[in-house]
């Protein structure tokens, strides 16, 4: 399953991976297509089974802060969007944390990890010892090996609480610790906690995933104890590289068999409130330390396969303001593409024929009265970066399915297509068309 990984029609931000038994449970916020809000009133849960990360099921809603037709309310205390969740084991219950906006944050509980979720308190504290004004924005949980449990949370401050394991949401008296990441003046802002806490533990050391202050990054800091301090390590993935639009980023890690993997959600619809879940492989190092990784359009896959449909909405590169949106359930595009702008993938195989002299590429487009074409490039998107130029498709000025020929190629590479618009004979005519838009691309297709 190719980034995104859940259909293309959810959206599903914020994620928390975790694996229960012989599944792995996606837990996030629930965006909506084109919103103009972060999250909206309900939680859902997908779920894939760890021999198979390709089929993710859904388990259908599982918490509610406003009733709708076919669930009730999960909560009587607020009726605001539902942001950020965790769902962690202990003793055979399963505990969602939530922050309900403008709202403590709240503690639920169910038999099994699909949920639904039963709410049992909002979080008890004395107010000496909670940070983040008793809110727990964006709480992130850690049950450890000897049964204590930890709260990590905090919006510009990083805190934690330990909590009372018997209860699950009493905070323990003397608990807090803030900042619990240091962030200093002199801290470099790239290094500063911003929101977004997740914590593991992964061999003897404890790892707290955020969203720094500056960028659309994950970071991670580390600490040899699960109440810190905890000390900036680097980056996991930056989701603003040749990617727009650029915001906030929120996710965490999890280990499958062999395999760890970072969580993360990419931004669509012009906007940074209609985001969904995507996957990068990742590895940890003997020190500790996770060298960064790039966004692609991989998801759990080792190489994409040109030779089937390929959607254009998996694109994991967008310049110079093209940018992926949904126009109903069943079409979504590459939109705003104009002269310059670079849609790209990571990774296809092109196989072992070294036979075959060229392919065909089929493009399924919508016109925008524009005329066209799109340069295809792998390895990059020009010379000067190592690219090279193997052909292009053109387009006209109405929806349809253009083909054009290219060089055929062999083995892995990224897949860039670089729009050029039909320029005027005459130079000085060319200021009055440059804003026009290249066709919507919705999908392609190579052909041998």
């Known amino acids: 399953m190719p980034n995104p990984i859940l259909p293309l029609w959810e959206y599903i931000p914020d994620g928390e991976p975790r694996q229960f038994g012989n599944r792995v449970y996606l837990y996030g916020s629930h965006d909506t297509p084109g919103g103009v809000n972060f999250c909206d009133y309900k939680l859902k849960v997908w779920s894939a089974s760890i021999d198979d990360l390709n089929h993710w099921e859904c388990h259908g809603h599982s918490y509610h802060s406003r009733p709708d037709s076919d669930h009730e309310s999960s909560v009587t205390h607020t009726d605001q969007e539902i942001y950020a969740p965790d769902v962690i084991e202990k003793d055979g219950k399963y505990y969602l944390y939530t922050y309900i906006l403008g709202s403590k944050g709240c503690v639920s509980v169910s038999d099994t990890p699909e949920g639904p979720f039963k709410f049992i308190?909002?979080?008890?504290?004395?107010?000496?010892?909670?940070?983040?004004?008793?809110?727990?924005?964006?709480?992130?949980?850690?049950?450890?090996?000897?049964?204590?449990?930890?709260?990590?949370?905090?919006?510009?401050?990083?805190?934690?609480?330990?909590?009372?394991?018997?209860?699950?949401?009493?905070?323990?008296p003397g608990s807090l610790r803030r900042p619990v990441i240091d962030d200093r003046q002199e801290v470099p802002?790239?290094?500063?906690?911003?929101?977004?806490?997740?914590?593991?533990?992964?061999?003897?050391?404890?790892?707290?995933?955020?969203?720094?202050?500056?960028?659309?990054?994950?970071?991670?800091?580390?600490?040899?104890?699960?109440?810190?301090?905890?000390?900036?390590?680097?980056?996991?993935?930056?989701?603003?590289?040749?990617?727009?639009?650029?915001?906030?980023?929120?996710?965490?890690?999890?280990k499958i068999k062999d395999q760890w993997y970072v969580f993360y959600h990419r931004l669509?619809?012009?906007?940074?409130?209609?985001?969904?879940?995507?996957?990068?492989?990742?590895?940890?190092?003997?020190?500790?330390?996770?060298?960064?990784?790039?966004?692609?359009?991989?998801g759990f896959e080792d190489s994409l396969n040109p030779y089937y449909p390929v959607k254009a909405e998996i694109a994991c590169v967008l310049t110079d303001h093209c940018f992926t949106t949904e126009k109903d359930a069943f079409t979504r595009?590459?939109?705003?593409?104009?002269?310059?702008?670079?849609?790209?993938?990571?990774?296809?195989?092109?196989?072992?024929?070294?036979?075959?002299?060229?392919?065909?590429?089929?493009?399924?487009?919508?016109?925008?009265?524009?005329?066209?074409?799109?340069?295809?490039?792998?390895?990059?998107?020009?010379?000067?970066?190592?690219?090279?130029?193997?052909?292009?498709?053109?387009?006209?000025?109405?929806?349809?399915?253009?083909?054009?020929?290219?060089?055929?190629?062999?083995?892995?590479?990224?897949?860039?297509?670089v729009a050029e618009r039909e320029k005027p004979r005459d130079e000085w005519m060319d200021g009055f068309f440059k804003e026009r838009c290249i066709a919507e691309i919705e999908e392609y297709v190579f052909m041998k």
């Open 189 to 254: 802002v790239e290094k500063r906690f911003y929101e977004a806490s997740s914590p593991r533990k992964i061999g003897d050391l404890y790892y707290l995933i955020y969203s720094p202050r500056k960028g659309t990054r994950l970071a991670y800091a580390t600490s040899k104890s699960p109440t810190g301090p905890f000390e900036y390590r680097g980056y996991i993935i930056d989701n603003g590289v040749d990617y727009e639009p650029q915001g906030n980023n929120h996710g965490s890690l999890v």
């Open 121 to 172: 308190s909002e979080y008890e504290y004395a107010p000496e010892d909670a940070g983040d004004d008793g809110i727990f924005n964006d709480i992130g949980v850690l049950v450890d090996d000897d049964g204590r449990v930890y709260a990590y949370y905090g919006f510009e401050h990083s805190n934690m609480n330990e909590l009372d394991p018997e209860t699950m949401y009493k905070v323990i």
């Open 268 to 298: 669509s619809n012009h906007g940074i409130t209609s985001r969904r879940a995507c996957v990068e492989k990742v590895t940890i190092l003997p020190d500790g330390t996770i060298p960064p990784v790039e966004m692609t359009s991989l």
């Open 333 to 417: 595009v590459v939109t705003n593409v104009k002269d310059g702008c670079v849609i790209g993938y990571k990774y296809f195989d092109f196989g072992k024929d070294d036979t075959t002299k060229t392919m065909k590429l089929a493009m399924k487009v919508h016109g925008t009265g524009c005329r066209g074409t799109y340069r295809v490039w792998i390895d990059a998107p020009n010379e000067e970066k190592g690219g090279k130029c193997i052909g292009g498709v053109n387009v006209d000025l109405g929806d349809g399915v253009y083909t054009g020929k290219v060089q055929a190629v062999t083995g892995r590479h990224a897949l860039y297509f």
